[in-house]
Nanobody, 124 residues
Framework: QVQLVESGGGLVQAGGSLRLSCAAS????????MGWFRQAPGKEREFVAA????????LFTNSVKGRFTISRDKSKNTMYLQMNSLKPEDTAVYYC?????????????????WGQGTQVTVSS
């Protein structure tokens, strides 16, 4: 079992930045891929980005490329999503998730464990 806890959400103006954290416990993450998803009201949960824990390989959806980045602190078993140049359309609940392979990381069913989510609201 892997437990995931997100934090760092909040209200920010367009053009601003936020950093989300995802703290993991329960298992070593060396064999896992970690992902970020988001879900806006009335919309499907969508893939944002993924990180292969072992070597730091990254994958981003096109809409956030150049604005969002991921980092990790292995000593803290924590992953971060740095979000810059935020837009109102980035408003959503953001979830982190853990998958057993980096081979498939862009859909919800690829992931075995989920956090509870953190709200990000970007005002115009």
């Amino acid at each position: 079992q892997v437990q995931l806890v997100e934090s760092g959400g909040g209200l920010v103006q367009a053009g601003g930045s936020l950093r989300l954290s995802c703290a993991a416990s329960g298992r070593t993450l060396n064999s896992y891929a970690m992902g970020w998803f988001r879900q806006a009201p009335g919309k499907e949960r969508e893939f944002v980005a993924a990180l292969r824990w072992s070597d730091g390989r990254l994958l981003f959806t096109n809409s956030v490329k150049g604005r969002f980045t991921i980092s990790r602190d292995k000593s803290k078993n924590t992953m971060y999503l740095q979000m810059n140049s935020l837009k109102p359309e980035d408003t959503a609940v953001y979830y982190c998730a853990a998958a057993s392979t980096f081979a498939r990381v862009t859909t919800r069913r690829d992931y075995d464990y989920w956090g509870q989510g953190t709200q990000v609201t970007v005002s115009s």
